[in-house]
């Protein structure tokens, strides 16, 4: 199963580069010679769409700000489940169409688009300020969250 990882988001705007940290994370755990492409990005609606391509499942990791002010806390998610909240922080921008949407679209038209998306979104609370570090309960969470795409990787190898 041809996967892609991808860490959205802005590291030099605090919590913003959550998604970022975790895909480097989980870099730094996968063999050298893994067939699993690792990337990250700070775009979102088409160009998200466009990276997207060829790929049998991808899993997006992304900041989302909701509001129950649970900083820190992971969501596994579903393109429905994004459908039905608001979108993570880079799956959508006043300039492009949101992802759901650039999907759907690339789908009419007929392009190599995964059959599976899973998205992990970390609850953030800071994502304005300029700094390369992340609040401590986004910081904490880094772990968390890195266990969980890699588990979800080993499901995707062993299926």
């Known amino acids: 199963m041809k996967t892609l990882v991808i860490g959205l988001g802005n590291?030099?705007?605090?919590?913003?580069?959550?998604?970022?940290?975790?895909?480097e994370e989980v870099q730094s755990h996968l063999p050298i010679d893994s067939e699993i492409k690792?990337?990250?990005?700070?775009?979102?609606?088409?160009?998200?769409?466009?990276?997207?391509?060829?790929?049998?499942?991808?899993?997006l990791i992304d900041a989302i700000q909701l509001d129950n002010n649970q900083t820190g806390q992971i969501h596994?998610?579903?393109?429905?489940?994004?459908q039905e909240i608001s979108p993570?922080?880079?799956?959508?921008?006043?300039?492009d169409t949101n992802l759901i949407t650039a999907l759907k679209m690339g789908h009419r038209i007929g392009l190599d688009l995964p059959k599976e998306i899973i998205i992990?979104?970390?609850?953030?609370?800071?994502?304005?300020?300029?700094?390369?570090?992340?609040?401590?309960?986004v910081a904490a969470a880094l772990p968390e969250a890195t266990?969980?795409?890699?588990?979800?990787?080993q499901t995707s190898q062993s299926s």
């Open 76 to 82: 596994r998610m579903s393109l429905q489940d994004l």
């Open 38 to 59: 690792v990337t990250e990005v700070s775009v979102g609606g088409l160009s998200l769409m466009e990276s997207m391509i060829g790929f049998d499942r991808v899993i």
């Open 11 to 23: 590291p030099i705007l605090s919590d913003d580069g959550v998604g970022v940290r975790v895909a």
């Open 120 to 137: 992990y979104a970390i609850e953030v609370e800071n994502v304005l300020d300029f700094g390369e570090d992340l609040t401590p309960a």
């Open 88 to 95: 993570t922080q880079h799956s959508s921008s006043p300039h």
């Open 147 to 153: 266990v969980a795409v890699l588990e979800e990787l």
